[in-house]
Structure formats: structure tokens, C-alpha cells
């Protein structure tokens, strides 16, 4: 059965879904949502004995209902194949009571690739199925890990160019020289003076200006967006909640039908709005586990329901979660709002005018999937630092957020539900962060240099990603300031 997409600002035109990934945002604003969740077609028994990739295909066949079966297993096996480091493509890792999604084995070490190296491949096809003659220039905001994914994902790809902007010091080391060596003559990497939330909200302009759109279309280019608002992106992370049950299943680790937890350190709440969407499409998970650093918007709305991005922007050692305006929230207002896109549109242009918003208690009542909850900085150390002391198993800054809200959680209700936790980067990437956590951090070494001593640590072998940027030279060193983004993207264009 075809299924289509409308935006969260307007219910009324639906478009394909490759039209969605081709467009990224809808252009009043809003964000593209299926106009239903489909359920899955198998069992999870059998998706249990499946591959990644058998998986992924039963998952995005539902949802990309206009690709065949020839591109859209073309896709998968062009974004799933040797360029992640394990062949379970998402493995799991048992350690304290909870079982880690690794999902930080793809070409940049952080789960931005488990739909980053996908994207540019549903992208180009769609461009195709749509008989777009022109260029798409992929414009990207990163708060670290995204940028060096999607760099990853579209360099060299034929008929695209990509440019990303990252705020100049609101990245780790590591995030900053993967993304400043990236080759290909179609890149183009811009640090930003200032914060996340300002390089996405310049993105964002830069999408909803119609006078660009028509200069950009008369030198040959349109713009799309590699960001996770982007339902190329959102939908390739549904999958590995859905596999994972499956293996849990096939492990005998679960019984058919038992109910999990998942925990996702949240940021854009791109990811766990991909777990909700496996809940709805009849994965069995109980509760939704929200975690957020001390950049603690989405804890706060949990628990009273106002969304309220009003407060100073904390730069923590989780930086791919400093975030203030998770966008991919809205397409769960969307929803809790009975796919009211008036009512959202209104609830947006609130945030938009004076930064915050309040839903109504019968929305509220839709969000009992979710728990939310936060870790300070000290315990997102602590919660690295024990886990290593009882395990050996070294987890990285993000991930441990989400392990502190987890044991918050757990002592809160003494709910014993079997587990997952969304373990999204290596710690390879927040070496710096993550030594000191476990007490092994020596200054006068470099965060590159570090990597040597926290694979000792942790038994573990310094990831390819790593190893290829040790020695690689500095491409781009472009600074700008916020209103300048897009005369850089002119520059870099040539218009
Ligand atoms: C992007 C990112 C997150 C946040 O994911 P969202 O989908 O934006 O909520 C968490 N951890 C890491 C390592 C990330 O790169």
C-alpha cells in the first residue's frame, strides 16, 4: 500500500516519499511525516534470523513505498556494506544490567552514520525518480557529529555538493579535525561564531528564503537537507530498533511479545523519535527513556508539558546534545496533537516568537510512552567511571548520559524491564572526556595522541576513523559569523 507524507504545518498536500527526502523540509516550515506508521509485515521472530541489511529492507519497504525493490536494496546494500567495522552492522554489548547498541561503527564513529550513509544514495535515487536535471547542494547545520558524517556520506557523489557549518568552539578536537580534513572538491566545511542552535536556525533561513531558491535554481542548484529533520534520515534509524529486538528475540534473551525499555541520549530527538515510531510500527517497548545533558529542555517539557528554550545555552561534554531546540520534536506534537497541523503550526510560531510553547493536557496524556530525565556533568563522568571500574567497558560522554538517567530511572520506579540504551559514539571521539572520567588523563598529551592510552585502557583497537585522521592536512579553515552564512554559501557555490 503507498504510503504518503504531509508536512506538520499543513495536513493537506501529501507528497512521496522521495519527494520528502528530495525537498528535507517542507517548504512552509514544517517537518514530513508518514500519514500513518505502518506496521511491520513479519515477524520478529523472523526479522530474528534476518541480516542488518534483510532487516533494514522489511523496515524502509513500508515507508518508501515509491522506491522498488531494486533501488531501495540498492541503497542499502551500497550504505551497510565494509565501510562499518562489524558485520552485525549495530551489535550489542551486555555490561551492568543493560544491553548497548553500538552504533558507532560506521565510517565516523558516531551513530549519525547509521542513516548518513544512506541518505545521499535515497537521495540521488530520488532525484532520479523525479527528473531533477538539477545539482543538489546538501546544507548542513552539525553540532559535531553530523557534519563529519554527511561530509562522509556525499563526498564525491556525483551531482551533489555539500557544505556544513559547526560552531567554531562547541566541538570536541576530534569532531573539529574530522571535519577540517575532509577531502573532495564538492565539500566545503565553515565554522560559525556561534552556537548550534544559531548555525540551524541560519540553515534554516536559508531553506525558507524563496528569493535564494529562485538564484540558486537559475545557476543550475536546489538545496536539501542532511540534518535529521530530513525523513531520509529519521526512517534508516527506525531499523536498528527493530533489529535489535529481533536479536533479543533470537537470542532467547527475550520472550516473544516481552516488552523493553529503550534509553537514548537525546538531542535534535531524531533517534528516539526513530524508537517511538519502532514502538508504533509493533516492536514491543514499554517506556521511551529520554535523556538529555545539562542542556535540559526536553526534561523539563516532559514533566510539565512547556517547551520553553529560554535559558543559557550550556557547552557540555556531550556537545552533539547541547541543543536547545530539538526540531524533529515537532513531529511528535504533531502527533500528539491528533495530526492537528494547525494547531502545531501555532504551537511553532509561539517558539519562534517567544521561544516556547505549552501543549494542552490531552496532549500531554499522548507522551506516556516517554520518561525524561537528565545527567549533570559530574554524573555523566561518574556513570563512565563506574561502568569502567565494574566492567572494563568504556562507553563514550553521550552514551553515559543516557546510563545515568537509565540508574536515575531504575531508582525512581524499580521498574526491572529489560533494557536498551542507544549507545551513539565511540568513546574514541571524546578521548579527552572520557580519560579524565576514568582517571587516566594525561595533559600533556594531545586528544589525538590520547587514543593510544585509551585503547590500552579499554582493550579495544583504535578505530580506522581515528587512524585516518591522525596525519591528513587541514582543507577548509573558514570562520563566519552568523549572518554571513549565506554569502559563504554563494561564495562556495560561485553565484
Ligand atoms: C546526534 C547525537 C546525539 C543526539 O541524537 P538526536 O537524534 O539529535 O537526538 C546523541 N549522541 C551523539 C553521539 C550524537 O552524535
Redesign the pocket.
Known sequence: MDLFYVSTRNGQKQVKASEAILKGLSEDGGLFVPTRIPKLEVSLEELGKMTYQEVAYEVMKLFFTDFTEEELKHCIYSAYDSKFDQEEIAPLTYADGAYYIEL?HGSTI???DMALSILPHLMITSARKNHVENDIVILTAT????GKAALAGFAGVEGTKIVVFYPKDGVSAIQEKQMVTQKGDNTCVIAIRGNFDEAQTGVKKMFNDRALAEELNQAGYQFSSAN?INIGRLIP?VVYYVNTYAKLLNAGKIQAGEKINVT??????????AAYFAKHMGVPIAKLLCASNENKVLFDFFKTGVYDRNREFKLTS?P??D?LI?S?LERLIYLVAGCDAEKNKALMEELQTVGKYEITEEMKTRLDDFYGNFATEEETAKSIHDLYEKTGYVI?T??AVATTVYEKYKQETGDKTTTVIAS??SPF?FTRAVMRAIDRDDASVSDLDLVDALSDAANVKIPNAIEEIRHAEVRHNKVCDVDKMQQSVKEFLGI
Open positions: 558507532f558516531a551513530f549519525k553540532s559535531g557529529d553530523t535529521s534509524q537514548v541520549p537525546t538531542g535534535n530527538f531524531g533517534n528516539i523519535l556531550s552533539s546534545m541543543i530539538s524533529n563514550d553521550h552514551t551513539t559514539a571521539k
